[in-house]
């Protein structure tokens, strides 16, 4: 009773085309696709750069750069 047969599907998916489209459907798609492969990317890049010590950051503070703006961004709370 749980199951469902080949032709419960079918009559799914035709009513998933009739209501998205199936332009809508590809590029739901192929945003999905982009998302898995800038998501392994991301895993390939971070395990190559945990073998690197982090970067270390430090502010420039010259007198000499006047279009420069010294900022703190704060979060909405």
């Known amino acids: 009773?749980?199951?469902f047969?080949?032709?419960?599907?079918?009559i799914v998916l035709v009513i998933v085309l009739l209501v998205f489209g199936t332009?809508?459907?590809k590029n739901i798609g192929s945003d999905l696709g982009g998302a898995v492969k800038g998501f392994k990317d991301g895993m390939k890049d971070g395990a190559a750069s945990a073998?690197?010590?982090?970067?270390q950051v430090t502010a420039n503070k010259s007198a000499t750069d006047?279009?420069?703006v010294d900022?703190?961004?704060k979060t909405k709370s």
């Open 1 to 3: 009773m749980g199951s």
């Open 23 to 25: 332009k809508k459907l």
């Open 5 to 10: 047969s080949i032709w419960h599907w079918l």
């Open 51 to 55: 073998d690197a010590p982090p970067q």
């Open 71 to 73: 900022v703190e961004a």
């Open 66 to 68: 006047a279009n420069t």
